[in-house]
């Protein structure tokens, strides 16, 4: 498996009271917004399987990008964000690049 140079991680706390709604609209239409931007290859979501010590839930969003400027098109800053969710969720977005590939030994 080729790991990307470059990826947007996307680490967010969310209302419980909302999760399966924000799922929904995640999933459905937030993911194909983002990754339809040029230099978003692909997205993995993982869920906390229980709430932080404030019970809310934590999201994160690993998108992988084929380039480093690729969070910087007009078409990512007009398809980021939260979309009716901006109220019930704190996020913290970051581009990583990549340090160093380690495999474990056997």
Same mark, same amino acid.
């Given at each position: 498996?080729?790991?990307?140079?470059? =990826?947007? =991680? &996307?680490? !967010?706390?969310?209302? @419980?009271? &909302?999760?399966?709604?924000? %799922?929904?609209? +995640?999933?459905?239409?937030?993911?194909?917004? !983002?990754?339809?931007? @040029?230099?978003?290859?692909?997205?993995?979501? +993982? &869920?906390?399987? $229980? #709430?932080?010590? %404030?019970?809310?839930?934590?999201?994160?969003? !690993? /998108?992988?990008?084929?380039? #480093?400027?690729?969070?910087?098109? #007009? $078409?990512?800053?007009?398809?980021?964000?939260?979309?009716?969710?901006?109220?019930?969720?704190?996020?913290? =977005?970051?581009? /990583?690049?990549?340090?160093?590939? +380690? $495999?474990? #030994?056997?």
């Amino acid at each position: 498996m080729s790991l990307p140079e470059h =990826v947007m =991680v &996307v680490d !967010i706390d969310l209302d @419980p009271a &909302v999760a399966e709604d924000w %799922n929904r609209w +995640y999933d459905e239409v937030h993911l194909e917004e !983002i990754t339809a931007c @040029p230099g978003f290859e692909r997205a993995t979501r +993982y &869920v906390s399987p $229980e #709430p932080d010590e %404030n019970g809310r839930l934590r999201h994160l969003t !690993i /998108y992988e990008l084929s380039q #480093p400027d690729a969070m910087d098109s #007009p $078409e990512f800053a007009a398809a980021r964000g939260l979309g009716p969710f901006a109220e019930h969720a704190t996020p913290r =977005v970051r581009r /990583y690049e990549r340090h160093l590939d +380690y $495999e474990a #030994p056997r």
